[in-house]
């Protein structure tokens, strides 16, 4: 089993610039593959990036391109999230997962789930 605990979120103006955390633990090295996700109120889970443990390689959904970077530290077992320029549509709450294909179309190819950090951009 793994355990993932994302920290970072927060209220914060537009703008503004926001690093989520998200700490794994258990078994890390049954997975290969590191995602963020949010998701609104009303609204569907939606990929916000993704990066494989292995070799750094990283996908961003084209919302927050250029705007968020997604980086880890395997020897921490942690991923961060680095969100700049932030908008109120960034509002949501940003889930941690993890699984073995970096994926963003897909929530339901990652295996384990965060409780999730709750991120409020005001206007």
């Known amino acids: 089993q793994v355990q993932l605990q994302e920290s970072g979120g927060g209220l914060v103006q537009a703008g503004g610039s926001l690093r989520l955390f998200c700490a794994a633990s258990?078994?890390?090295?049954?997975?290969?593959?590191m995602g963020w996700f949010r998701q609104a109120p009303g609204k569907e889970r939606e990929g916000v990036s993704c990066?494989?443990?292995?070799?750094?390689?990283?996908y961003t959904a084209d919302s927050v391109k250029g705007r968020f970077t997604i980086s880890s530290d395997n020897a921490k077992n942690t991923v961060y999230l680095q969100m700049n320029a932030l908008e109120p549509e960034d509002s949501a709450v940003y889930y941690c997962?993890?699984?073995?294909?970096?994926?963003?179309?897909?929530?339901?190819?990652?295996?384990?789930w965060g409780q999730g950090t709750q991120v409020t951009v005001s206007s």
């Open positions: 990066i494989n443990t292995s070799d750094g390689h990283s």
């Open positions: 997962a993890a699984g073995n294909v970096c994926v963003l179309s897909f929530w339901t190819a990652y295996d384990h």
């Open positions: 258990g078994r890390t090295f049954s997975t290969h593959a």
